[in-house]
T-cell receptor
Framework: DAKTTQPTSMDCAEGRAANLPCNHS???????VYWYRQIHSQGPQYIIHGLKNNETNEMASLIITEDRKSSTLILPHATLRDTAVYYCIVRVMDSSYKLIFGSGTRLLVRP | GAVVSQHPSWVICKSGTSVKIECRSLDFQATTMFWYRQFPKQSLMLMATSNEGSKATYEQGVEKDKFLINHASLTLSTLTVTSAHPEDSSFYIC???????????????FGPGTRLTVT
């Protein structure tokens, strides 16, 4: 699986949009981009995933660049409960179903 | 939504003893379960993949004789840390894959984790 690069930490004000970047310049054509988050001392939570097109669900939006070398996770109106470590993962949809976690971005939402 | 539980949520054991951690899928059948370990301020490290009814596949560098994994049913996997030592103290997290549903999006659901402290 391709590796990802994320900033170590970010912060944003409560109520504002949080934009979390992820670089995956070596991504292959059959690899998806997944985002998970982990609130302190809990198990990871699935957020969103995509292949080429931008995706949106009730939690977030995922913007993937046309060349697929990078993506941005957008939390449109961050709340204090969104403070967590956010992991960007690229993986092939194969029978192993493995998720390999990188170091992630620690997002702090300020009141 | 799909729920995965772990038991216990935390455990303290003495050095040299063994401790068992359970991972259960509460409302779906988990054909595959995964075990991760996480040290403080670090990311999750995949330890092994277990498929129901077969032997677990361990990641490179993980001692299979020390971390015994059993996946005897479609809703239960167990991780036994044998002859535990203080360096085994960590946060252990399992995830489960719903093998009966369609689609790829929600293939892994994570448990809440078990904090192991070895004294």
């Amino acid at each position: 699986d391709a590796k990802t690069t994320q900033p170590t930490s970010m912060d944003c004000a409560e109520g504002r949009a949080a934009n979390l970047p992820c670089n995956h310049s070596t991504i292959s054509g059959n690899e998806y981009v997944y985002w998970y988050r982990q609130i302190h001392s809990q198990g990871p939570q699935y957020i969103i995933h995509g292949l080429k097109n931008n995706e949106t669900n009730e939690m977030a939006s995922l913007i993937i660049t046309e060349d697929r070398k990078s993506s941005t996770l957008i939390l449109p109106h961050a709340t204090l409960r969104d403070t967590a470590v956010y992991y960007c993962i690229v993986r092939v949809m194969d029978s192993s179903y493995k998720l390999i976690f990188g170091s992630g971005t620690r997002l702090l939402v300020r009141p | 939504g799909a729920v995965v539980s772990q038991h216990p949520s935390w455990v303290i054991c003495k050095s040299g003893t063994s401790v068992k951690i359970e991972c259960r899928s509460l409302d779906f059948q988990a054909t595959t379960m995964f075990w991760y370990r996480q040290f403080p301020k670090q990311s999750l490290m995949l330890m092994a993949t277990s498929n129901e009814g077969s032997k677990a596949t361990y990641e490179q560098g993980v001692e299979k004789d020390k971390f015994l994994i059993n996946h005897a049913s479609l809703t239960l996997s167990t991780l036994t840390v044998t002859s535990a030592h203080p360096e085994d103290s960590s946060f252990y997290i399992c995830s489960a894959r719903d093998g009966t549903g369609g689609g790829w999006a929600y293939e892994q659901y994570f448990g809440p984790g078990t904090r192991l402290t070895v004294t």
